[in-house]
Structures are given as C-alpha cells and as structure tokens.
C-alpha cells in the first residue's frame, strides 16, 4: 500500500530570515513546502537546503505582483503535486521617505508588493480551498499594520490595506471551513538576537501553531514582539 503524498504548504516572499523559518517549521511536520519568491537563485538554494535537512520543498520562483504568476503558482502546485492546505503571504516592500518627498510611482509599487500581492495570493488560494471546506491562510503583517510612522506612509498604507483584507477574507471564509489570519510582527526580526528582536524561528512556530489550531477557537490575528519590547 502506497504512502499518502504530503500535503501541501506555499509560501510567497521567502528571505534568509522569516520565510525560510516558515519553509522548514512545516517542512518539519511533513509538509511538501513550495518557496515562491522573485530570486530564482534565492529560492533554489533555500529549497535546497531545506531539503539537505530531511524536508520536501519545491522552488517556484514567482512574482506575487503578477496576477498571471500567481494563477500559475497554485495552478502548477494543484495540478503537479496536490491540493494546498496552508498558504503563507510573507511578501513586502519597506520603503522610508518624507511624506513631500516620496514618489507617486514609489507609493504604487510598495502598495503593490505588499498589498495587491497579498489580495492575488488570498484570492487564489481561496479559489482552491473553498470548494474542499478547507485550508489556511495566513498574512504577514507589521508594526505598521496597526499604525503609520512618520516617513512610513507607503509601507503603512500597504499593511493596512493586507490587514483589512485578510480580516474581509476571515469573515467571508471561517464560515466556509478556512482559516485565515494575520499575524502582526511588532519589531524587528533578528536571528542573532532574541533580546532585540524577534528570532524567525520562533515565529514560524507561531505560525504553525495557528494552523493546527481547533476550529473552536481560531485566532484572527496575533501580535508578536521580543519580551522587552515597549508597546
């Protein structure tokens, strides 16, 4: 009797840091973990590396902006390897500017990496889960999802925008058998430190907890921040 194939985990906007945490967390609990990113090269080494540790990964490098791109993403992953279970929006663009200063193109293109994105990415993962009642989805937020810094105005009015649209999905999609959440990182990720920031490591164990978490009592959002950290 043949084994049942691994299910499926997508993760879109993988770094070095928190991306690749979440690629091995599931990785770990026997998930086939698919790393999308723009950087070809980045995602095939950290796919790699992930699979030199025991895991299963797949490199799908892929343009979250791109609505064709992302199609193609779950399309690939459905049809080649099976239905995702958990997809994880982890993309983004910091950008720092005097609000007089900044510009409009800049504006767009930060709103695009970091919200529209996230939109195309729920939306197509939704497309897949709603028809099976189930899956999680979960978005990467930040500090400024709750609030805009000065200088900050085109990183916060994208993590504004991904909060609002995953707390629009959460409401339309819980009922529907889908959990979706959204995740608030209140300060710097660090890997070296974990007195000044917060370790990815630790992180993604967050976010594999809200994923195997009761449909009694799902978690819409988490905040996150180092333990001296001042909020």
């Known amino acids: 009797m043949s084994a049942s194939p691994a299910p499926i985990a997508v993760v879109v906007g993988v770094g070095e840091g928190l991306g690749y945490a979440l690629g091995k967390r599931f990785a770990a609990a026997g998930f086939k973990v698919a790393l999308a990113a723009r950087n070809a090269e980045r995602v095939e080494r950290l796919a790699e590396a992930i699979i030199e540790g025991g895991g299963q990964a797949l490199a799908l490098p892929t343009d979250a902006r791109d609505e064709r791109e992302v199609m193609e993403l779950f399309d690939a992953l459905e049809n080649q390897h099976g239905p995702v279970q958990v997809t994880v929006f982890n993309a983004g663009a910091m950008y720092r500017s005097p609000i007089a200063e900044m510009p409009s193109d800049m504006f767009e293109e930060v709103w695009r990496a970091g919200c529209y994105a996230g939109f195309l990415v729920g939306r197509e993962a939704a497309r897949r889960m709603a028809p099976r009642a189930n899956g999680t989805i979960l978005f990467t937020g930040a500090t400024a999802s709750l609030r805009g810094g000065a200088q900050f105005a085109a990183f916060a009015a994208a993590k504004h925008g991904l ?69």
């Open 163 to 231: 909060r609002a649209v995953a707390q629009s999905m959460a409401r339309e999609l819980g009922p529907k058998g889908i959990h979706v959440a959204h995740v608030v990182i209140d300060g710097r990720i660090d890997a070296q430190s974990e007195d000044v920031g917060l370790a990815p490591d630790a992180i993604a164990e967050t976010y594999y907890r809200l994923h195997t978490q009761s449909r009694s009592a799902w978690t819409f959002e988490a905040d996150l921040r180092p333990w001296g950290e001042k909020f």
